[in-house]
């Protein structure tokens, strides 16, 4: 069973920074890559970050690369992905999600999200 918990979406102004944090149970992060997605109004979920399951290898959207980093931390099983210079097309629900990763992630399970929104 694969349990994903995001937390750290807010309220922010453009240019500010934030972190976010998905906490995954288990081995979950020793067993899958991880990686997350965003999901604004009216538009499809897509990806933003990823980074394999050994930490060698991470992918970023062109959109944020530059401005969002993603790591994780293999002994506390969590996942962070920090995001600087935050824009208002930033806004979205950001979800975390685990699977295979192929040079992008390949999900397989989801977190239940959390909401950033930026204002301008």
């Known amino acids: 069973q694969v349990n994903l918990v995001e937390s750290g979406g807010r309220v922010v102004q453009a240019g500010d920074s934030l972190t976010l944090t998905c906490d995954a149970n288990g081995d979950t992060l020793r067993r899958y890559s991880i990686g997350w997605f965003r999901q604004a109004p009216g538009k499809e979920r897509e990806s933003v970050a990823a980074i394999s399951w050994n930490g060698g290898s991470t992918y970023y959207a062109n959109f944020v690369k530059g401005r969002f980093t993603i790591s994780r931390d293999g002994a506390k099983n969590t996942v962070y992905l920090q995001l600087n210079n935050l824009k208002p097309e930033d806004t979205a629900v950001y979800y975390c999600?685990?699977?295979?990763?192929?040079?992008?992630?390949?999900?397989?399970?989801w977190g239940q999200g959390t909401q950033v929104t930026v204002s301008s």
């Open positions: 999600a685990v699977g295979a990763y192929y040079g992008v992630l390949l999900p397989e399970y």
